[in-house]
């Protein structure tokens, strides 16, 4: 079993559309994240909830609305995608100590 | 957190030992030493993480120094499959809600 999973793997959209990533993790932890991986390989974090409750936003545009239905999913919703949104998007999640990561999103803003 | 410094890129034949060096000097006292790895195209691993005692796992070893100042990652018998960029992150352990703070890290490539 996948233990934190991204759906989709790939998404290619045209600027000006919304567009959603989906993350579920099985594992049980607490606080889940999402971060961004640019074209130049930095990973940054985004945000951060736990138990369905954001604690972290690191002052990510307001087009950027994460939703978390329950402590086990972490959906990131992008309303007028612009060209500077292309890159991988990573979910994690964590209990203590170490994280687990999914294995990325590859948005393409076209 | 502290922030960490790592060299760029490090290269070792497969089959040797990895050392894989990290300075923190600015690290305070109850700051835990993380390392990760991204192989290309897929999602940060965890490796290994320690305090100040060195720290052993399957996969790799963590030695720090006594003034925790700065730490070595040994992968003891590397194989193709660590090629990969090694992040070295100092954080705080604060429980689950702390961020984890990625630097550039230090590309390894195993060699045949």
């Known amino acids: 079993d996948t233990a934190v999973s991204q759906t989709p793997k790939y998404l290619v959209t045209q600027m000006g559309n919304d567009k959603s990533i989906k993350c579920e993790q099985n594992l049980g932890h607490d606080t889940m994240y999402w971060y961004k991986q640019d074209s130049k390989k930095f990973l940054k974090i985004m945000f951060s909830y736990n138990n369905k409750e954001l604690i972290i936003n690191e002052t990510v545009p307001n087009r950027f609305s994460p939703k978390s239905p329950d402590k086990a999913h972490l959906n990131l919703h992008i309303n007028s995608l612009e060209l500077g949104d292309s890159a991988v998007y990573f979910c994690?999640?964590?209990?203590?100590?170490?994280?687990?990561f999914g294995s990325g999103t590859r948005l393409t803003v076209v | 957190d502290a922030k960490t410094t790592q060299p760029p890129s490090m290269d070792c034949a497969e089959g040797r030992a990895a050392n894989l060096p990290c300075n923190h000097s600015t690290i305070s006292g109850n700051e835990y030493v993380y390392w990760y790895r991204q192989i290309h195209s897929q999602g940060p691993q965890y490796i290994i993480h320690g305090l100040k005692n060195n720290e052993t796992n399957e996969m790799a070893s963590l030695i720090i120094t006594e003034d925790r100042k700065s730490s070595t990652l040994i992968l003891p018998h590397a194989t193709l499959r660590d090629t990969a960029v090694y992040y070295c992150?100092?954080?705080?352990?604060?429980?689950?809600?702390?961020?984890?703070?990625f630097g550039k890290g230090t590309l390894l490539t195993v060699n045949p």
């Open positions: 992150i100092v954080r705080v352990d604060r429980g689950s809600n702390y961020k984890l703070t």
């Open positions: 994690a999640s964590s209990h203590s100590g170490g994280y687990t």
